[in-house]
């Protein structure tokens, strides 16, 4: 699948098609401008600058920027652009890495959250993924992560006024604690129970 490193092939590939099916004749410019906003950028210029930062990053097994570092990115279904925004991003507090219609125009949503070492794909895409999948997410900190999400979700509407984000429960292998997405997909955030192993992990809230 092609990423936003690609962004020049894929200017290219578009110059040539539009010439060759519709006898639309644009400059390598115009088609990179295209290209941008299809990864949810302004113009060429912002997402060239965001290529060069990424390039720098070096390869330490760190998700960085975009997760670009990520070796598994599991692909989620969603149905509503507006209500994945509430969710993933206002709600959980994952920041937009780029998103936008899959192949341009009207067609279906694609796109990449990442926070800490986790990076996930959201697609309306039909033929991708069917809703229902589990992602396992460690982390250190459950417990504050608990308390902040409760105290969000009296701005952010996810869910009705009585309903509480659910408590962290204990396990063999550490504290889990389970939300569902608004498209039946579950998250399972997990801190284990090892501080050593804990050390090693990103901190989604302040102690």
Not at 66 to 71: D, E, F, H, V
Not at 115 to 132: F, I, K, M, N, Q
Not at 145 to 171: D, I, Q, S
Request: hydrophobic share 40%.
């Amino acid at each position: 699948m092609r990423t936003f490193r690609d962004a020049k092939t894929m200017a290219k590939a578009l110059r040539t098609e539009l010439a060759d099916r519709r006898g639309v004749d644009l400059t390598h410019s115009e088609c990179l401008e295209i290209v941008a906003r299809q990864f949810g950028f302004d113009d060429w210029n912002v997402l060239a600058a965001k290529t060069a930062e990424l390039s720098s990053i070096d390869g330490d097994g760190s998700a960085g920027a975009w997760g670009a570092r990520a070796s598994t990115i599991p692909v989620l279904r969603v149905f509503s652009v507006e209500n994945a925004r509430e969710f993933y991003l206002d709600f959980l507090g994952f920041a937009l890495d780029f998103g936008g219609p899959n192949n341009g125009g009207d067609s279906p949503f694609y796109g990449q959250v990442s926070r800490g070492h986790s990076t996930l794909h959201l697609t309306e895409v039909a033929y991708d993924p069917y809703p229902g999948a589990t992602v396992f997410i460690w982390l250190d900190g459950v417990n504050d992560l608990h308390h902040e999400l409760n105290e969000r979700r009296e701005t952010v509407k996810v869910w009705g006024p009585a309903v509480w984000a659910p408590m962290p429960e204990e396990t063999a292998f550490g504290t889990v604690m389970t939300i569902a997405d608004p498209f039946g997909n579950t998250l399972r955030f997990t801190e284990p129970a090892d501080p050593k192993e804990r050390a090693a992990l990103p901190r989604w809230s302040a102690p």
